[in-house]
């Protein structure tokens, strides 16, 4: 009887604790021991508050500059860019929402190109965040392929230096220009389907 006693104990004690991590929210700056990755993370979890876009930072411009350029823009400017998405994907676990399980707290990871066959010193990543998604049902699959136009906040994102074309020096595997991103999204809007070869102005919101 002790054996089965004390794996019951066992067992309660497992649910308590994850009932504790499930009620935990996770803060701003998520979970890791870099100070530098606690900064990006605040900076991405930032509330999605509409700004004064910098007319002078365009997807073109964006795409320029290095080897390095950590230190060409600023994580307070607000930008807004219009391009194609060759890529897109559910991010999952990552120290920003504290390596959590539950899918209602990852972000979409959309890669975003000047044109759908571009390669990657033409891309660039924006983030939509879990409270973005929130309000406005978006799905990686639902964006793949559509010509967008997304508003947002910069920032760099010193994790994705090693897969960045002006940040590594000797790369195995990189998938973009830079390492400074759009986190978070605070506006998109999907181009109708008529108009994306025409480059129509006319659009419609995702929300």
């Known amino acids: 009887m002790k054996p089965i006693y004390a794996t019951y104990i066992i067992m309660l004690a497992c649910n308590i604790c994850i009932a504790q991590q499930g009620t935990t929210k996770c803060p701003p700056e998520g979970s890791s021991n870099s100070s530098t990755i606690r900064y990006a993370n605040s900076l991405k979890n930032r509330d999605i508050t509409k700004g ?21 823009f600023s994580p307070d400017k607000y930008v807004t860019i219009t391009g194609w998405v060759v890529e897109a994907q559910d991010i999952g676990p990552e120290s920003c929402n504290c390596f959590s399980n539950d899918s209602t707290q990852w972000g979409i990871e959309v890669y975003i ?43 760099y994102n010193p994790e994705a ?3 960045a074309l ?23 809007f999907v181009f109708p389907k008529a108009d994306k070869r025409t480059g129509s102005s006319k659009k419609v919101t995702v929300r």
Do not use: Q
Request: aromatic share 6%; net charge neutral; proline share 3%.
């Open 52 to 72: 004064n876009v910098d007319a002078t930072i365009t997807l073109d411009s964006l795409l320029k500059g290095g080897p390095d350029d950590t230190a060409r």
């Open 166 to 188: 002006n940040a590594c020096k000797k790369c195995h595997t990189t998938d973009r220009k830079t390492a400074w991103e759009i986190a978070p999204v605070t506006e998109l």
């Open 161 to 163: 230096r090693k897969f």
């Open 113 to 155: 190109a000047t044109s759908l066959d571009a390669w990657k010193d033409s891309v660039i990543v924006v983030e939509i965040t879990p409270k973005f998604r929130a309000i406005t049902h978006i799905t990686s699959d639902g964006l793949f392929e559509e010509k967008i136009k997304i508003s947002g906040y910069l920032m």
